[in-house]
């Protein structure tokens, strides 16, 4: 905001720097963000706290779902604890599952 560059048809460059006012200068200090050193735990903890605004588009994370003991154990050709934990679990459904699964 200092400097004034202008090129003009004659292919010359005119250069202005204007003089800033010392309580501009102490107003831009004090806005000015305070330089995080890249890796600490306040670069990464920056932004925490800020809520978004109305119009700001939110990306909403969906987690991997998990597999259960019996799921697992089915994928790992494991029949013995797939039935073991579709015991465990007492729902009929899962069990009747499991040894369909087994046929």
């Not at 994928?75 to 369909?100: C, G, M, Q």
């Amino acid at each position: 905001n200092t400097h004034l560059v202008v090129g003009t048809t004659d292919n010359g460059v005119t250069i202005r720097q204007r003089e800033v006012k010392a309580a501009e200068q102490r107003n831009q200090r004090a806005m000015a963000p305070e330089h995080l050193k890249g890796g600490t735990a306040r670069y990464f903890a920056r932004g925490k706290n800020v809520s978004p605004a109305a119009d700001d588009y939110q990306v909403t994370v969906q987690r991997k779902q998990r597999l259960k003991p019996y799921d697992s154990a089915l994928r790992k050709f494991r029949y013995h604890d797939a039935l073991d934990s579709a015991l465990t679990s007492r729902n009929p459904v899962v069990v009747v599952t499991v040894l369909e699964e087994m046929k």
